[in-house]
C-alpha cells in the first residue's frame, strides 16, 4: 500500500480520493505481485475506484489535499496517532516504506514525502483529540 500510494501521489499525481486497496486470489496476470501469508494464503492487490481522483500540485497545497483524501477514504488505510497497538504497529512499517518508494520516485533530496507523512500525523493527531474530546463530553 505503501508503494502504490506513493506511485499514485508523485508519479501518476493525483490525489487517491476514495481509492479501494482490495485483496484477492493470486491471479496468473505476469505483472501482478504475489504475498502468500498463513491467514490468506497466495493473494495479490488490486487498486480500484480512481473516478473521484483529482489531479494534484507537488507542493503544499497537493500534499493538504492528498492528506484529507486520505481520511475521506474507507479507515482501512495505515492510521498515525492511533490507541490501538495494531495501528501503531502497521503505521511503524508503513511510514519508513513509503518514505524508501517515494524517494526512488522522487529522489533523496525531495521533502515532498516527509511532508506528506508529517500533515498525515498531523490531521491523524487532531482527529485523535477530537474523538476523545466527544468521548468526554458524552460520559
Not at 501521489?9 to 476514495?18: G, H, Q, S
Amino acid at each position: 500500500m505503501a508503494d502504490a500510494l506513493a506511485t499514485i501521489y508523485w508519479d501518476a499525481k493525483i490525489d487517491a480520493n476514495d481509492v479501494e486497496f482490495v485483496l484477492a486470489p493470486a491471479g496468473t496476470h505476469p505483472n501482478s505481485q504475489m504475498w502468500s501469508s498463513q491467514m490468506l494464503g497466495n493473494h495479490t492487490m488490486w487498486i480500484l475506484d480512481f473516478d473521484c481522483c483529482n489531479t494534484m500540485s507537488l507542493d503544499q497545497a497537493g500534499i493538504d489535499q492528498a492528506a484529507a483524501a486520505f481520511y475521506r477514504n474507507d479507515p482501512f488505510y495505515p492510521r498515525p496517532a492511533s490507541d490501538n497497538d495494531a495501528d501503531i504497529a502497521l503505521w511503524r512499517v508503513f511510514r519508513p516504506r513509503f518514505l524508501e518508494s517515494s524517494r526512488a520516485i522522487l529522489g533523496h533530496d525531495s521533502t515532498l514525502p516527509r511532508m506528506m507523512l508529517d500533515r498525515l500525523e498531523q490531521l491523524g493527531e487532531e482527529r485523535r483529540r477530537a474523538v476523545r474530546s466527544c468521548s468526554k463530553e458524552q460520559s
